[in-house]
């Protein structure tokens, strides 16, 4: 009788910083008879955070979906690792890429540690396997999650539930992390360990794109902001150069503000309230009286 060996996997090999992870090329969709993206091109490079912002339903989801494979384009291609992203299996696919969805539900009495350890799955016929319990506790570690490590998910809160699907993600080990949303139900502090961890995954040579509705995040975190407006991206660069007043204030339909921080000199971005005139119906009354809301504070700087 022949015994048969459990079948491997092949442990990627790390890109060198620079190389291209991920790339979306002319990629359309369309969800519900609406084009929701038109001919987008994007990159994901090792050694660079990519910032996906734009108002609500720009496309910037579904970008990210594309690029996990949740979504197939009706036309152009994703490619991970310079092949097409359906040219690889799934475990494949998993030990390149990590995903952070908008959404995560746990609904069975699962611990932390339990879901966290998930994120270990596709390294399980791999060499790699020897390090799931290191990379279980530094996940948890990162994530200011270890002191819940026997806490059942569901009894959590939302913020302490997002910080246990990041921490699944981390597990995973992959160099480049696609995230939607990280940040959306976290107090400040946690918002900024987020992203602190990505900038540090990032300059050990990983990769990231991230969703996120606050700009300032992205002026802060981001190597590259790509700003996407009805299905198209209209600029993509360092934030410097593409989070303009004017750039933002067409595409968000609201007077945008970019100041320098008077003692760091690092990128702020705020709404303009003195400049926004919001629509009123006949007969109602001022927002804020006569005069309007007052002016905010303001820094010299470059614009």
């Given at each position: 009788?022949?015994?048969?060996?459990?079948?491997?996997?092949?442990?990627?090999?790390?890109?060198?910083?620079?190389?291209?992870?991920?790339?979306?090329?002319?990629?359309?969709?369309?969800?519900?008879?609406?084009?929701?993206?038109?001919?987008?091109?994007?990159?994901?490079?090792?050694?660079?955070?990519?910032?996906?912002?734009?108002?609500?339903?720009?496309?910037?989801?579904?970008?990210?979906?594309?690029?996990?494979?949740?979504?197939?384009?009706?036309?152009?291609?994703?490619?991970?690792?310079?092949?097409?992203?359906?040219?690889?299996?799934?475990?494949?696919?998993?030990?390149?890429?990590?995903?952070?969805?908008?959404?995560?539900?746990?609904?069975?009495?699962?611990?932390?540690?339990?879901?966290?350890?998930?994120?270990?799955?596709?390294?399980?016929?791999?060499?790699?396997?020897?390090?799931?319990?290191?990379?279980?506790?530094?996940?948890?570690?990162?994530?200011?999650?270890?002191?819940?490590?026997?806490?059942?998910?569901?009894?959590?809160?939302?913020?302490?539930?997002?910080?246990?699907?990041?921490?699944?993600?981390?597990?995973?080990?992959?160099?480049?992390?696609?995230?939607?949303?990280?940040?959306?139900?976290?107090?400040?502090?946690?918002?900024?360990?987020?992203?602190?961890?990505?900038?540090?995954?990032?300059?050990?040579?990983?990769?990231?794109?991230?969703?996120?509705?606050?700009?300032?995040?992205?002026?802060?975190?981001?190597?590259?902001v790509a700003i996407l407006a009805d299905g198209h991206i209209v600029a993509d660069g360092p934030p410097a150069t593409?989070?303009?007043?004017?750039?933002?204030?067409?595409?968000?339909?609201?007077?945008?503000?970019?100041?320098?921080?008077?003692?760091?000199?690092?990128?702020?971005?705020?709404?303009?309230?003195?400049?926004?005139?919001?629509?009123?119906?006949?007969?109602?009354?001022?927002?804020?009286?006569?005069?309007?809301?007052?002016?905010?504070?303001?820094?010299?700087?470059?614009?």
């Amino acid at each position: 009788m022949i015994a048969l060996r459990p079948r491997t996997t092949a442990v990627p090999e790390r890109r060198p910083v620079g190389a291209t992870l991920a790339e979306a090329r002319q990629v359309r969709v369309t969800l519900g008879g609406t084009r929701v993206l038109d001919g987008v091109d994007l990159q994901a490079r090792a050694g660079e955070v990519v910032a996906l912002v734009g108002p609500n339903g720009a496309g910037k989801s579904t970008l990210l979906g594309a690029l996990t494979g949740d979504l197939t384009p009706e036309s152009g291609a994703v490619l991970v690792d310079d092949q097409p992203l359906t040219s690889w299996t799934p475990t494949e696919l998993a030990l390149r890429r990590a995903v952070l969805p908008q959404q995560v539900t746990v609904t069975f009495p699962f611990t932390v540690t339990d879901v966290v350890q998930m994120g270990r799955a596709p390294w399980a016929r791999t060499a790699a396997s020897s390090l799931d319990d290191i990379a279980v506790r530094a996940a948890l570690d990162d994530a200011d999650i270890a002191h819940l490590a026997e806490r059942h998910v569901p009894s959590l809160s939302g913020g302490e539930r997002a910080r246990v699907a990041l921490a699944r993600v981390l597990a995973q080990a992959t160099q480049l992390v696609l995230l939607d949303e990280p940040t959306a139900a976290l107090d400040v502090r946690h918002q900024e360990l987020v992203l602190s961890i990505v900038r540090r995954r990032v300059a050990n040579g990983d990769g990231a794109v991230v969703v996120l509705h606050d700009l300032g995040l992205a002026a802060a975190y981001a190597d590259r902001v790509a700003i996407l407006a009805d299905g198209h991206i209209v600029a993509d660069g360092p934030p410097a150069t593409v989070l303009t007043p004017e750039l933002l204030t067409a595409v968000y339909q609201y007077p945008i503000d970019v100041i320098r921080h008077p003692g760091t000199g690092a990128l702020l971005v705020l709404p303009d309230r003195a400049g926004f005139a919001a629509p009123a119906g006949p007969g109602a009354p001022p927002l804020a009286g006569p005069a309007g809301p007052p002016a905010p504070r303001t820094a010299e700087g470059p614009r």
